[in-house]
């Protein structure tokens, strides 16, 4: 692992499993998700990981349209390094999943790197009431369905949004077989180190919130690449915390937001995503570390700068 003495924070502010019904504070309109990303960033997050709503009920949407109602005003009012999922949701085809990082060009996207059972179905199990007709079915039959990525589609990602507009990766790597697919393509030389490699812990389809897992991934990301890799982690629901502060132990870096965990302790919902950022920023500096400012981000990840982006 490439270890540096700053940490970077990323953000996700809303991402596509939870719904409106399990949070108040969950950001869904344009204007909620830009001062939620802003607000995080004000609180020391140097990466935002971006998903859009649709604007109408909140669910989660792919269209471009949607991304731009936000994305400029975020990047009119920070300099955090924002990042657009190509993950979307279980729901969207590549195609779909792919429109808003097209029209964005941005510095860094994230790429799951394997298909996965995505089931986020036990978090309606907390919901006493639906307010909108599409939440329930979508959660429930979360259980029913793959979160798609195949080797042709990643391959696809990497071709059509890295190299064509110089788009660095956040390699989402849920479970320790998404180490092996990031190693062949760096063998191919489709991706340029250094890799950013997210852990990701704690979904149900994916690598336990086990934190013997969390030290296994980053032994056998070690033997994979050497020195040519950061390393980054989030868990998802109550493990959040305990999983980025591991990660920091280790030298790495860490991942909160209302998209992982809608808590900021056991049984009080966070009332913010900077909430959750202050928390984190409080736990990297209690143990003797920095956290990164965005122009630090970008020299560790080596990406092109904001104003190379299309937005």
């Not at 989402?172 to 180490?179: P, T, V």
């Amino acid at each position: 692992m490439r270890k540096t003495k700053k940490v970077i924070i990323t953000c996700a502010p809303t991402g596509s499993i939870h719904t409106p019904s399990m949070s108040p504070h969950l950001p869904v309109t344009a204007n909620q998700i830009a001062e939620a990303a802003i607000g995080a960033a004000e609180a020391g997050a140097t990466i935002l990981h971006l998903h859009a709503r649709n604007e109408a009920d909140g669910s989660p949407s792919p269209k471009a349209a949607d991304f731009m109602r936000f994305m400029p005003r975020i990047k009119q009012s920070t300099d955090a390094v924002i990042n657009i999922s190509t993950g979307g949701s279980a729901m969207m085809t590549l195609d779909d999943r792919l429109e808003g990082a097209k029209a964005a060009q941005p510095e860094i996207c994230s790429l799951n790197m394997g298909p996965l059972i995505f089931d986020f179905s036990a978090a309606g199990k907390r919901v006493e009431s639906w307010q909108l007709a599409w939440e329930r079915e979508y959660v429930e039959t979360s259980r029913g369905r793959i979160m798609y990525n195949d080797n042709a589609y990643i391959e696809r990602i990497m071709l059509e949004v890295g190299r064509e507009f110089g788009t660095k990766f956040e390699f989402e790597c849920y479970d320790i077989g998404h180490l092996y697919t990031l190693a062949h393509f760096a063998n191919k030389g489709l991706i340029d180190p250094p890799f950013m490699v997210q852990g990701i812990f704690g979904i149900l389809g994916g690598v336990g919130a086990d934190v013997r897992n969390m030290a296994h991934m980053v032994s056998m990301a070690d033997s994979l690449f050497g020195d040519d890799y950061i390393f980054s982690a989030f868990a998802a629901g109550r493990h959040q915390m305990d999983f980025c502060t591991q990660s920091v132990l280790l030298g790495g870096h860490a991942r909160v937001g209302l998209e992982d965990s809608l808590f900021i302790d056991k049984g009080e919902l966070a009332t913010s995503n900077a909430q959750q950022v202050t928390k984190l920023r409080g736990i990297i500096e209690a143990l003797g570390r920095e956290v990164a400012t965005p122009s630090e981000a970008r020299e560790i990840l080596g990406l092109k700068g904001g104003n190379q982006v299309n937005f």
